[in-house]
């Protein structure tokens, strides 16, 4: 590693700029030459660059100035200053700002060789520091989950050993956490691999019309049902049925699910004639089913039924520690997808993420990711990449802050954090929140919140 590094020399007087730089490519160094700041930062921001060894005193842009650059768009770079204005000042200056080291001309070339190996050790065990906890990493995922955290370790746990069993699973959690995800992981991790799995979102589907997208429907059984359809039932026999949202399921399908899972058959619309299927069950809500038991709108039995297997989703602000995981995950994840070079974040940029509560769980930290990486026009994502809402500090932070202006941060917060828990439904949310929903619908309106679309 040491002899492989590619470094970028930065000096406006071509003498010393050719003498450093021929000494260090004798060594077996890939080397960059730029004679001024300005150069020095348009070679950087082409990538590849692993040490930036720059003088200090230069005209326009010092080599201050340029770590900082440089620091901005890339702060894990190791820069060293080097310069013959030598002083206790510009040294602490240069260590403050994130010099790697501080070097005085006339340059010792033996001391020079020696810091650079020096800093290509270090690279070399960051390095295989980063591949150890990848690998890590690697035993802690099924099929796309990440997590190093308690709780998803635990839930991990519980997804290995539910999989090869044939038991139903219900899968609770709020909104984007990835219930859908531990179906999949559940089912690919299961004898039942090789057969289909089929999700059906019992929200998404009209009444009308659920019945028939389950149980599939003869010819002639309603208006328009111009001939026989199989329901998703029969397309998902020998695999896996994921039924997203199971807490909207009308009373009487729910009667119609517990035959199925008590006798393994069913009768399609229109039709008397009992179709036996094998098909393994797994649902999921983010609705709290056993308010929905007393008030008569979930069936109890139904629910003992599907609660075989119970996979609680831990929220995104209470498993913090895999926040960092999984930015780097979607960072590589869209950076591939949209052909884009992306290196990593400012410091700033991770430093506003990890802040963050993220209402919409995991599903917004993807969306918020996704469009870094599609808006940003460098190879790291800054602070000015991601949306205003991520980007404002937390009131508790704003010490310049108002009170009336503290209250306001807290109260935009609280509601968005309740329309997206009750799915963007007014009534809902205000009860969350414990207003009428008239005094709900005025500030969402002060705020400029959509009121059909909870804010992500």
């Known amino acids: 590693m040491a002899d492989s590094l590619r ?44 040490l930036v060894l720059t003088d200090q005193r230069m005209a326009e842009m010092s080599g ?15 820069v060293i200053v080097m310069t013959a204005y030598g002083s206790v000042e ?100 299961s004898p039942r691999a090789s057969g289909p799995l089929i999700r059906v979102n019992c929200a998404a589907l009209p009444e009308g019309l659920l019945e028939s997208e389950l149980f599939g429907h003869e010819k002639g059984a309603f208006t328009g049902a111009l001939s026989m359809r199989k329901g998703r039932f029969e397309v998902a026999a020998g695999g896996t049925l994921f039924l997203d949202e199971i807490g909207d399921l009308p009373l009487h399908l729910q009667a119609k699910l517990l035959r199925v899972l008590q006798e393994k058959e069913f009768e399609r619309v229109g039709s008397s004639r009992p179709i036996k299927v094998d098909v393994r069950i797994l649902a999921a809500t983010h609705r709290p089913l056993e ?34 995981m999984l930015i780097d995950h979607f960072v590589r994840l869209f950076a591939e997808k949209n052909g884009k070079r992306i290196r990593g974040l400012t410091r700033e940029a991770r430093d506003a993420l990890l802040r963050y509560d993220y209402p919409g769980n995991v599903r917004e930290l993807e969306n918020l990711i996704e469009r870094a990486v599609v808006l940003t026009r460098d190879e790291v994502i800054g602070r000015g990449d991601l949306p ?59 705020y400029a919140f959509q009121p059909d679309d909870p804010p992500s």
């Open 90 to 189: 510009t040294a602490v200056s240069a260590i403050k700002e994130g010099a790697a080291d501080y070097l005085t001309k006339p340059l010792k070339l033996d001391e020079l060789l020696h810091r650079i190996r020096q800093v290509g050790e270090r690279l070399r065990l960051l390095t295989e520091n980063r591949e150890l906890r990848e690998a890590l990493r690697d035993r802690h995922r099924i099929e796309g989950i990440i997590g190093e955290s308690g709780q998803m370790l635990e839930v991990i746990s519980l997804v290995r050993r539910v999989a090869p069993s044939e038991a139903t699973a219900l899968i609770r959690g709020e909104s984007g956490t990835g219930k859908e995800l531990i179906a999949r992981a559940i089912h690919y991790a």
């Open 7 to 50: 470094i970028l020399v930065v000096d406006d007087e071509p003498a010393q700029l050719e003498l450093v730089s021929g000494f260090l490519e004798k060594q077996g160094f890939e080397i960059l030459m730029a004679e001024n700041g300005a150069k020095a930062l348009q070679i950087f921001r082409q990538g590849g660059v692993d």
């Open 388 to 446: 205003m809402i991520v980007q404002e500090p937390e009131t508790e932070e704003a010490g310049e802050a108002s009170l009336p202006a503290a209250v306001e941060g807290i109260e935009r917060r609280m509601i968005r954090d309740a329309m997206t828990r009750a799915a963007g439904v007014q009534t809902r949310a205000a009860e969350l929140l414990g207003i009428s929903e008239r005094a709900l619908r005025y500030k969402l309106k002060k």
């Open 291 to 324: 308010s929905l038991i007393k008030t008569g709108k979930f069936r109890e039995d139904l629910y003992y039924r599907l609660n075989v297997v119970t996979i609680l989703l831990p929220p995104l602000r209470e498993r913090r520690q895999d926040l960092s």
């Open 64 to 78: 201050l100035d340029l770590l900082k650059a440089v620091h901005a768009i890339n702060p894990e770079t190791v």
